[in-house]
């Protein structure tokens, strides 16, 4: 069956470092991919999504690209701020008019310092 | 406040109870989901209304659980006889359905959920 593997945290990282928390799928057909954050003591909200290969998502500095060839969207910002703490979820969905349930992976936990 | 909304946040129960849990989705979504998060690992999908017809169940829905959509509304999920291996965090979600076209997507907007610990 359709699944996410992402790398375990927790992921501690001072400010203005460089991020990337690596996500890898198993999926037949053509999933959308998606990255959701849950700050703490809040609801997962959608951080960026593709829906097709080749695709880059981004949004807030975050970026992720759909790569189809490794099954891989691992998620990377340049630059990251305390703000950014939360745990971070890959995940996928069948799409093309199916149920578009979610698969989420494990979450990452990401700590950063000032 | 027009998000997801859920009730109660938090619920604490002796095993063997029956909790009832509900969720209201965004206004003009048709789509409505329940997940279940427990610690340390991702949310699992549960089950999945479009309106007030259950389309999917998981194999997680043991015959303990049983959800309902009744007008397409709001949304209850009921546990029957709770059991320690039930305490998570019952997550909802709701969506548009949308266009019916390959690599669509409608984004699930998710409420704040449920935390429920059985004793």
């Known amino acids: 069956g359709n699944s996410v593997t992402q790398m375990e945290g927790p992921v501690t990282l001072s400010e203005e470092a460089f991020l990337t928390i690596n996500c890898t799928y198993t999926a037949t057909g053509y999933p959308s991919l998606f990255w959701y954050v849950q700050y703490p003591g809040e609801g997962l909200q959608l951080l960026l999504k593709a829906t097709k290969a080749d695709d880059k998502g981004s949004n807030k500095g975050f970026e992720a690209t759909y790569r189809k060839e490794t099954t891989s969207f691992h998620l990377e910002k340049g630059s990251v701020q305390v703000s950014d703490s939360a745990v971070y979820f890959c995940?996928?969905?069948?799409?093309?008019?199916?149920?578009?349930?979610?698969?989420f992976g494990t979450g990452t936990l990401l700590a950063v310092q000032p | 406040d027009t998000g997801v909304s859920q009730d109660p946040r938090h619920k604490i129960t002796k095993r063997g109870q029956n909790v009832t849990f509900r969720c209201d989705p965004i206004?003009?979504?048709?789509?409505l989901y329940w997940y279940r998060q427990t610690l340390g690992q991702g949310p699992e999908f549960l089950t999945y209304f479009q309106n007030e017809a259950q389309l999917e169940k998981s194999r997680l829905l043991s015959d303990r659980f049983s959800a309902e959509r009744p007008k397409g509304s709001f949304s209850t999920l009921e546990i029957q006889r709770t059991e320690q291996g039930d305490s998570a965090m019952y997550l909802c979600a709701s969506s548009h359905s949308g266009t019916v076209v390959v690599g669509s997507y409608n984004e699930q907007f998710f409420g704040p959920g449920t935390r429920l610990t059985v004793l």
């Open positions: 206004s003009e979504h048709n789509r």
């Open positions: 995940a996928l969905s069948e799409g093309g008019g199916a149920t578009n349930k979610l698969i």
